[in-house]
């Protein structure tokens, strides 16, 4: 069953690697993905940015990479148009969201999510909770994913303590509101720019450490987990309880730190839909978003600069 779909739409493209304000191009008229019999069609609404997405256009992981041209996007909101034979969780007319690529770095969709249309296996979908706009839901998934998969390989549980290294960015924010309102931490701290302090305070973090000031090592307190999503892996270890774990999203990642690349899973969202729709967990969206569909190169561009709080999200997809 499919609602009217057309058979080209609206897409950013990129036919060579390079920097995204070089390579990044508007294409107004591309084929509509086919949809396979595990898959969707989703009729996009909005999309969040992700480093991975200009890291892949920047050609830092060519060697498993689907083959050019390529539409990017990992994130996504909207709505179903067209489901696959086999698909049973979501009819057309459904509300979903979900980070398209189940292995982030192993052949990603050429047809990403920065296009007026998607397809995506109904396992890496959930339903979009109510009381989220598409823009908040397509803010989720990769970094949500990322934020609860590592907590789990850390072995995280009520009242351990954590430290959040990069607290502001898409993942910390997720990593802190999920280790208070989730797992029920004893003690959250996190680090950031001064600037940013006072939105760790406001996620829940007990400790907000400014690292352009402090080195966060050098605390007399330890923790049972460091969350590494900036790249300090050497000096978490300094951080850490002895027995304590120290787990990273940052590559190379070095034994015995935890280092893994997210695999995405709705059902992790779907367990996740009650925390959000009771407001308990929030989407972390930076002020200078939305930006228009128009607007994606400059969206990427501040995205680069490594300076966004929380997410950067497109919103409206025409």
């Not at 019999?37 to 969040?48: C, R, T």
């Not at 052949?107 to 890496?124: D, F, I, M, Q, R």
């Not at 970094?143 to 789990?152: D, P």
């Not at 304590?244 to 839909?273: N, Q, W, Y």
Request: proline share 7%; aromatic share 8%; hydrophobic share 40%.
């Amino acid at each position: 069953m499919a609602s009217s779909v057309p058979t080209h739409m609206k897409a950013w493209m990129y036919s060579e690697y390079g920097k995204s304000s070089q390579v990044l191009k508007f294409e107004g008229s591309v084929p509509v993905p086919d949809v396979k019999d595990d898959q969707v069609l989703i009729k996009v609404a909005a999309v969040s940015l992700n480093p991975i997405d200009y890291k892949r256009m920047e050609k830092a992981f060519a060697s498993t990479d689907s083959p050019l041209p390529t539409i990017p996007g990992y994130d996504v909101a909207g709505v179903v148009v067209k489901v696959g034979n086999e698909v049973t969780k979501f009819k057309v007319g459904d509300e979903v969201y979900g980070d398209i690529n189940e292995n982030a770095l192993d052949h990603p969709k050429v047809n990403g999510s920065l296009a007026e249309y998607t397809a995506a296996e109904e396992k890496l979908l959930a339903h979009k909770p109510q009381n989220l706009s598409f823009g908040e839901a397509a803010s989720l998934p990769l970094t949500i994913e990322t934020a609860y998969e590592g907590l789990e390989r850390a072995g995280f549980s009520a009242g351990k303590s954590i430290l959040v290294l990069g607290g502001a960015g898409g993942v910390g924010t997720h990593v802190i509101q999920l280790a208070k309102h989730f797992y029920g931490a004893s003690k959250i701290a996190a680090t950031a720019s001064t600037k940013k302090l006072q939105v760790l305070r406001n996620l829940g973090a007990d400790l907000p450490i400014d690292y352009t000031k402090d080195n966060f090592e050098d605390l007399p307190e330890k923790f049972d987990v460091v969350y590494d999503a900036v790249g300090e892996t050497e000096r978490a270890f300094k951080a850490v309880k002895e027995g304590g774990k120290v787990v990273t999203i940052v590559p190379p990642g070095f034994s015995p730190a935890i280092f893994f690349i997210l695999k995405s899973d709705g059902t992790v969202l779907e367990k996740l839909r009650p925390h959000l729709e009771s407001c308990k967990i929030k989407p972390i969206i930076d002020p200078k978003s939305p930006f228009p569909f128009s607007q994606t190169v400059e969206a990427f561009s501040f995205l680069e600069t490594n300076r966004a709080t929380g997410k950067v999200v497109i919103d409206p997809i025409p």
